[in-house]
């Protein structure tokens, strides 16, 4: 596609649900990146991947999430038992090659509401 | 640990005027250094990459240097315009990184032009 996908735009969750956000990159991209973007911070690193590979998953703050890219394209950010502080802006970038050389494209955001 | 502080965190200005924003990391180390820009519930938009190695880029009314030894860059922005409002975010790729390309950002500065 033209640029890259995110969806749903917007997720309500009630407290202890799980939920799954979802990233189509720009075809052909081989870096994948998900941030997290707390109301009024800057987007925080939580995982990258390279094809198919996690090569960095550093910044997940717990074991509740969960980041795939099975086939090296479409990636899932899974949460599970959501919390409160998980309520926040999930941002997916992809980038042609490694390292982000060739810079980056963003998708616009999932919203997730924690209730 | 890499930090990231843009100053101020808000900015109002009269159309016309030209305006620096400013962002500062603690770890000169780095791969580059990104300015991006923001609008409301969309995702980033990038506008300049700096390699570590150039002092500045150049696009259009847009003008981001690079110092890095004093671990500083400002983004300049002539003749500002109404549709220039946003939130502007500086992220810098720390060098240990630079095989996954990920950004550590600030926490944006943003930006109102009234006409």
């Known amino acids: 596609g033209a640029g890259v996908s995110q969806s749903p735009r917007y997720k309500v969750a009630k407290r202890g649900q799980d939920v799954a956000l979802r990233c189509d990159p720009i075809?052909?991209?081989?870096?994948l990146f998900w941030y997290q973007q707390a109301l009024g911070q800057g987007p925080e690193f939580l995982t990258y991947f390279q094809n198919e590979a996690q090569l960095d998953k550093s910044g997940l703050p717990s074991d509740r999430f969960f980041a795939e890219r099975p086939e090296g394209s479409v990636s899932t950010l899974k949460i599970q038992r959501t919390q409160q502080e998980d309520s926040a802006v999930y941002l997916c970038a992809s980038s042609l090659r490694q390292g982000g050389v060739y810079g980056y494209t963003f998708g616009s955001g999932t919203r997730l509401t924690v209730v | 640990k890499q930090e990231v502080t843009q100053i101020p965190a808000a900015l109002s200005v009269p159309e016309g005027e030209n305006l620096v924003l400013n962002c500062s990391f603690t770890?000169?180390?780095?791969?580059?250094l990104q300015w991006f820009r923001q609008d409301p519930g969309k995702g980033l938009t990038s506008l300049l990459l700096?390699?570590?190695?150039?002092r500045e880029q150049t696009s259009g009314r847009l003008n981001a240097s690079l110092d890095k030894s004093s671990g500083r860059s400002t983004l300049y922005i002539a003749a500002s315009q109404p549709g220039d409002s946003a939130t502007y975010l500086c992220?810098?790729?720390?060098?240990?990184?630079?095989?996954?390309?990920?950004?550590?950002f600030g926490q944006g500065t943003t930006l109102q032009v009234k006409p």
């Open positions: 770890d000169s180390a780095i791969y580059n």
């Open positions: 700096i390699q570590s190695s150039q």
């Open positions: 992220a810098v790729s720390p060098l240990g990184s630079s095989n996954t390309g990920k950004l550590i």
């Open positions: 075809s052909g991209h081989v870096s």
